[in-house]
């Protein structure tokens, strides 16, 4: 399944590109690629997985286009705290699935302790 839709982040258009994971060359679950303007998501995730890892990677696209990369000691624990504020912002409920608190607390160990 390769679904594609466009989206704009800082005045500059970017594929959304939902792939199977057979065709990634590593293991994550997202990409964002400033040189192709396109963000990539694994479209085998969850519903709420996905939705956390597009809002990930456009942190990633906002921060890229932005200048503001460089500027961020530790760019992958940052993106990650402040998509979580994000994600407080717009969700719809209040309850986190059980699921998605274990893969959270993976990723949070996994940046910080390499």
Wanted: glycine fraction near 6%; charged fraction near 25%; proline fraction near 2%.
């Amino acid at each position: 399944m390769k679904k594609i839709e466009t989206i704009r982040i800082c005045g500059t258009d970017l594929s959304l590109e939902f792939l199977e994971p057979s065709i990634w060359a590593y293991n994550g679950m997202g990409r964002f690629s400033e040189i192709e303007s396109r963000i990539c998501i694994q479209s085998e995730l969850t519903k709420s997985g996905r939705n956390n890892t597009v809002l990930h990677e456009c942190v990633h696209a906002m921060l890229d286009i932005g200048g503001l990369h460089s500027q961020v000691s530790d760019i992958e624990q940052f993106t990650t705290a402040f998509s979580a504020i994000l994600h407080a912002f717009i969700k719809k409920t209040q309850e986190t699935p059980d699921r998605e608190l274990k893969l959270a607390r993976r990723r949070m160990k996994e940046v910080t302790n390499g």
